[in-house]
């Protein structure tokens, strides 16, 4: 410890007020930002995978959490629309004495509201949906088609953006000539839901077998749940991952000049 900072010590344990230097005021308003603690946490979490040092490894794994992510956001917003229409439902039943299955087949709309010309009855030519109670609850509940519609369109996005962007560039960081030389068991069944979902409207196609992704037999509905969605993100991390690290060994060898460029600080990717 320095004089500067015994004489600062001394200040703070005589109660006087002392200025906070100014790397120190960044450091604190950084702690602050939520942003900033929450990518703390990704990167220091137990539970959190870590980042990959490869480049194209890495940014394939933020886009996979960032469609993971709105994979929630669309459900946890079904659901709550689901709740949201049940307790006005039950408030119906005890005000104006009628049922459930009489509601239920009631029409519901959905259109636009100018918030300067609120209204309780839309136009039904506004509408931009429309459908009955008991339906809307039906296809926005769990297992409902919105939802599995939700996880069919997160899964053709990851697979789509892995072919058509990171397949290569992972291939390229790996040394291969051609990107079809790049088989990640994961990835190849992904690409077999992402044909079923496309080529044979969501049910599981026979001409080829997944090998990690194995929930649907020939013929059956493609359902992916949030237990299924997870699954698949924690596999494609653990693939992944295992990759980074045999590259991480290779790429100091094949290019030790730039091997500080080929990998990427932990620090830089949020």
Known sequence: MDATELHAMQKANA??????????ACELEREADPDVRWDEYMRTSPFQTPTPKI????????LVNAIFGAYLAITISLNEAVQMLERKQEEDVRNNKTTIEHLDKQFILINKVDPHKPSDYPEPENALNMCSQGGFKKKNAPGGDNQIMAANMSIVMMYAYWEARYRKKIANAAGLKDEKELKIDIMGDLGILRNSIIHHAGDMK?????KILTWFKPGEKINIDLEHFEMIKRGIETELSELSRELEKVIPTQCPETHEKALVDEKNLF
């Open 55 to 62: 480049p194209a490894i890495a940014e394939y794994f933020r």
């Open 206 to 210: 026979t001409e080829k077998k997944c």
């Open 15 to 24: 109660g006087e007020k002392r200025e906070v230097p100014q790397k120190e």
